[in-house]
């Protein structure tokens, strides 16, 4: 008689609110910290907004591209308390702690299009408000949005990157090898 055999995924344990709310200050620190350097040097330059609008763009293209990937490898390089991530990648039995670009670059990219999810309402709302997109680069405007992201990391974002499978990897939580202080 054929018997169907049936491969179980096994589910890692959920993060806890203490690990993810950890995994998401170690993701969005850094890009905090970039956010606000920049915002500070932007409010030095005396230049019209045209050209600090094209500089913006620049600035966040390559925001993306390098810094957001290396806050990415860097978040999966290091030890939480009672956690660390691992990559799987397809084909390999054994996690590893190192990601390449194009893997970072596929979480980042992850990461940015969910988040703007949820900011194009409010791009759309500030259109129809006829708020000037300058408000943005203003203390109040930044941390509001610094606020607003965090809450998105820990709510959605970072379950959604460490249930996704990639194309070719995905990430995972590993417990096991955690080091008790």
């Not at 993060?15 to 709310?21: A, D, G, K, P």
């Not at 300058?134 to 607003?148: I, K």
């Amino acid at each position: 008689m054929n018997e169907a055999v049936m491969t179980v995924r096994v589910q890692p344990e959920p993060l806890s609110r203490v690990e993810r709310l950890q995994l998401t200050w170690a993701l969005a620190w850094p890009c905090m910290l970039l956010g606000l350097v920049y915002l500070l040097l932007r409010g030095q330059l005396r230049l019209p907004e045209a050209q600090l609008s094209n500089i913006d763009q620049v600035v966040g293209i390559l925001q993306f591209f390098l810094f957001t990937t290396w806050v990415v490898r860097r978040t999966v390089r290091l030890d939480f308390p009672r956690f660390h991530l691992l990559v799987i990648r397809a084909g390999a039995g054994e996690g590893t702690r190192t990601m390449s670009y194009r893997e970072s670059l596929s979480v980042g990219w992850l990461i940015c299009w969910r988040t703007s999810m949820f900011f194009l309402p409010l791009a759309v709302a500030m259109v129809v408000l006829r708020l000037q997109p300058q408000e943005m680069y203003r203390p109040l405007g930044w941390l509001l949005t610094s606020v607003a992201e965090l809450l998105i990391f820990y709510v959605w974002i970072v379950n959604a990157a460490l249930g996704k499978s990639y194309s070719g990897f995905s990430l995972r939580v590993d417990r096991s090898a955690v080091k008790v202080s």
